[in-house]
């Protein structure tokens, strides 16, 4: 048995960005990062993006070269599912994907945290 870090899952922390990975469920929380403001994310892709419009894609953010981090070329692609429902009671789906600079990303975002310490992830197959 794992020893628990949390009483319960869904503890939102700092992101470690030695730990994050491709995967990872994120969110962007209110002011005092108790409560969610937005639903959940999962990170969908990192990457560095160059000059000549090229990319080199990563599965973890601490793969990423510091100088790439400190220039600001690197991205983090998100995803976010949500469901709405018309005035005629007709459910509209579907998946808002988007993209955030690393270093807003690691500001403005916190992950979700199993009550093992383990990042939350969504298996993507």
């Known amino acids: 048995m794992k020893t628990r870090k949390y009483d319960c899952d869904g503890i939102l922390e700092h992101i470690d ?17 108790s409560m969610p403001a937005f639903s959940s994310s999962v990170v969908l ?20 070269p510091e100088v790439d981090m400190r220039n600001g070329r690197v991205s983090v692609g998100l995803g976010r599912p949500y469901m709405y429902v ?19 990303f690691l500001d403005n975002y916190r992950v979700v945290v199993l009550s093992t310490g383990e990042y939350a992830s969504f ?3």
Do not use: C
Not at 17 to 32: E, K, L, T
Not at 45 to 64: A, C, P, R
């Open 17 to 33: 960005p030695s730990r994050i990975r491709v995967g990872n469920v994120v969110r962007m929380a209110s002011d005092a990062w």
């Open 45 to 64: 892709q990192i990457k560095v993006v160059y000059s000549d419009g090229s990319y080199t894609s990563f599965d973890n953010l601490g793969e990423v």
């Open 86 to 104: 018309t005035r005629l009671g007709n459910p509209l789906t579907g998946l808002e994907i988007y993209e955030a600079p690393a270093r807003s």
């Open 123 to 125: 298996v993507m197959e």
